[in-house]
């Protein structure tokens, strides 16, 4: 369990379930903050939480939703980078492992540093219930939840959960309120408990560019990068901070 990690110098470990174990992280992704052009509302929001979190003061469970690409888990890894000298610490637990939150929450909550517990594309289908392990982290149960873990998650989902027009049948306008069916109040009172919701939209063709040339650099023609990094983006069918580094990669050296 997290016993077994000295976290006075691992920032970061990876929860195999299977296994019952930390792995420690020996290469974290180097990301920096800086290097995330396009989403600075999001940044400022996430890193003044993250902030207050490390300080002590009263801070959010944080949800990062929207499109694929777009920096979610990139802004997570860029915290740790960030903050690890201040004693900020994360935990990767998968989707499937969720049932063993409970556990590695008891092993944590006595250290002196804080910890992000981070879910990354969390989402659940019909049938599935893992997310009821979630909730003694982010409301407590008969204990109150550690003051220093927060659950960060990234999902491309608002609310987590596949949301149908069936949902709606139940929902009724009372004088000019709406009351939504039990079906919607149970799939979005997740999604609820994080305090602190945060979207990722697509970018603008400038926008793209700008992540373009700050990957490259200094180049001899730049339009015709941006011709190519165009071109590209229309056959990846998307334009975003991830289509970028793909294209990054394979085009570095050619301009």
């Known amino acids: 369990m997290a016993s077994n990690i000295d976290w006075r110098n691992i920032p970061a470990a990876i929860w195999r379930g299977r296994s019952g174990t930390l792995r420690p992280v020996s290469r974290p992704d180097p990301v920096r903050l800086e290097d995330l052009l396009g989403i600075d509302t999001q940044k400022a929001k996430i890193l003044q939480n993250t902030e207050r979190f490390l300080r002590g003061d009263p801070c959010n469970h944080v949800l990062l939703w929207g499109s694929r690409g777009t920096g979610k888990s990139s802004i997570v890894k860029a915290l740790l980078n960030e903050f690890a000298p201040r004693g900020l610490r994360v935990i990767e637990v998968d989707k499937d492992d969720l049932q063993d939150l409970p556990d590695i929450v008891d092993d944590i909550r006595e250290r002196s540093q804080r910890f992000i517990v981070y879910c990354d594309d969390l989402s659940f289908e019909d049938g599935e219930h893992q997310y009821k392990h979630l909730k003694s982290v982010l409301e407590g149960s008969l204990e109150l939840p550690p003051e220093n873990v927060r659950l960060y998650a990234t999902s491309n989902r608002r609310h987590l959960v596949p949301e149908y027009m069936k949902d709606n049948e139940q929902s009724q306008v009372v004088g000019r309120e709406i009351h939504h069916g039990d079906a919607v109040e149970e799939k979005i009172s997740l999604s609820d408990r994080f305090g602190l919701a945060l979207s990722f939209y697509p970018i603008s063709e400038p926008q793209y560019f700008e992540i373009v040339d700050h990957l490259f650099g200094e180049v001899k023609d730049r339009d015709q990068l941006h ?29």
């Open 227 to 255: 011709v190519r990094a165009r071109r590209f983006s229309m056959e990846k069918g998307v334009r975003s901070g991830r289509t970028a580094r793909q294209f990054y990669n394979q085009f570095v050296g050619e301009f």
